[in-house]
Every structure is written in structure tokens, then in C-alpha cells.
């Protein structure tokens, strides 16, 4: 018994260590801003995902019309975010065709539906603004989170283009991101760098939507274990006492 328990404790060590390793690779994530009761957030990542995401990407499990619970309407959701279907229940399937995507990229761009719970939030906001210029790669672009990686930068106009600088401090390398080209949500500051914070912004209502949308229930189902502990607390729990008190009045 206790080999099976040690076998058992050693193969879910092993398992967390591998699901770390595949969620950071060993790079440092930074903290994406999540809360998926900003509307507004979730509406600016829907715009975001719809045009720079779905012409690769695509979300089979998230229909068009799941958009409503982020406070759209029919109406501006046919009007803005509906390029690749005309009827608001089908799902947001992507505008590219898989055997292009293969030829393209060398393998066809996954669906995004589930992909904030695969990887994490965390990962997919540090992956996201982790692009940088690699001329020896076939897109002409790399990534420090995704080392070689096949996907170009898509939103590079809005973020401008990076470039790694590396640093011998000691026997180690210090790798760095420098932004080397302002994008149009970069700006200049007044010491020669650039501020990044809009398009950081920009990423993290990106990413705060496809973790939405990888469980549009999470809210409700939320908000329902809420009401369940408070019914249990002040509904339940005085009327169970009040019943004891009544079925033992005659013993104490």
C-alpha cells in the first residue's frame, strides 16, 4: 500500500512539473489583468480577437450570439463582428483555410476556444507581447516565451517591432526585450524610450476575452455558489437549529 501511494505521489509531482514547464518553458510569466465582469474589456477583446485572431484562429466552441453575455446586442454583433457567417447562433469559425494555414505556417493554426485554460492567461498576455524581430526564422519574427516559433506577430502595427538584446553578466546571459520601432499604441517618452502601457492594455482586454470565452459560464456559475452559500448560511442553517431546538424540547 504505501509503494502505491509513494507511485501515486511521484506521478502527480511529475505531472505538475510537466504542466509548468509546458505553461512557462521556463520564462518568467507576467500577470494578466483578468476580471471578467469589466464589459467594456471583454467587448475591446472581442473587437481585438474578431480582427486579428479569426482570419488564422479559430473558436468552434464559442457561437457569436454567447457574445450578448458580454452586453452586445444582436445588432452590434452582426453589424461589427460577424465577417465569416451571416447568422448570428453558428460559431465563430475561422476565415482561412486549413490546408493554406499548413502551407503557410508549416502546421494549421489551432482553435482558440479552450486555449486560456490550456496554456493559462498569464502565458498566452506574456506570450502575446513577447514577439521579436528573428530574420533567421521564416516569418521574420520569434518569440521568448515560444521559442521558433511558427506564428508571425500579428499585431505588430500596433505594437511596433522588438528586437532581443542579449547581455553576458557573468557566466550568464540576460535577455531583454528592447521595443526598436513605436507601433501606433506605443508612444515616445521624454527619456528615448517608449511607453507600451495602451498596448498592454490593449493585450491584457485581448486576453481577459479568450478567457472568457474558454467558459462564458464562469461568471453565473460563480455567482450561483454564491446564492448557495448564502442560502445555506441564513436560510438553512436557522431552520435546521430552529428544527433541532423543536425536536429535542421535550428531552432537555
Not at 483555410?97 to 482553435?111: C, N, S
Not at 445555506?232 to 429535542?248: A, D
Request: some cysteine; glycine content about 8%; aromatic content about 10%.
Amino acid at each position: 500500500m504505501k509503494k502505491i501511494i509513494n507511485h501515486l505521489l511521484f506521478a502527480l509531482l511529475a505531472a505538475v512539473s510537466i504542466n509548468s514547464q509546458a505553461s512557462g518553458g521556463g520564462v518568467a510569466l507576467d500577470k494578466a489583468p483578468i476580471d471578467l465582469r469589466n464589459a467594456e474589456s471583454l467587448q475591446r477583446g472581442a473587437q481585438t480577437f474578431v480582427n486579428y485572431c479569426l482570419s488564422c484562429h479559430g473558436a468552434v466552441a464559442m457561437r457569436y450570439n454567447r457574445l450578448e453575455g458580454i452586453g452586445l446586442t444582436k445588432e452590434q454583433i452582426e453589424k461589427n463582428l460577424m465577417f465569416t457567417t451571416d447568422k448570428i447562433g453558428n460559431p465563430m469559425k475561422v476565415a482561412m483555410d486549413a490546408k493554406e494555414g499548413k502551407a503557410w505556417f508549416g502546421a494549421t493554426p489551432p482553435d482558440l476556444s479552450l486555449i486560456a485554460r490550456s496554456r493559462g492567461s498569464d502565458w498566452l498576455y506574456t506570450y502575446l507581447r513577447g514577439f521579436y524581430r528573428d530574420d533567421t526564422r521564416p516569418t521574420g519574427w520569434n518569440n521568448t516565451v515560444f521559442d521558433k516559433v511558427g506564428m508571425p506577430n500579428v499585431l505588430w502595427q500596433l505594437q511596433g517591432q522588438q528586437i532581443l538584446e542579449v547581455k553576458k553578466e557573468g557566466e550568464h546571459e540576460v535577455h531583454s526585450l528592447k521595443l526598436a520601432q513605436p507601433g501606433l499604441l506605443t508612444r515616445g517618452t521624454e527619456s528615448g524610450g517608449y511607453d507600451n502601457k495602451e498596448f498592454d492594455q490593449r493585450v491584457g482586454d485581448l486576453v481577459n476575452f479568450m478567457t472568457y470565452m474558454s467558459e462564458p459560464a464562469q461568471v453565473k456559475r460563480e455567482q450561483i455558489g454564491y446564492a448557495v452559500v448564502l442560502f445555506l448560511l441564513f436560510i438553512l442553517v436557522p431552520l435546521t437549529y430552529l428544527l433541532k431546538k423543536e425536536y429535542w424540547k421535550d428531552i432537555h
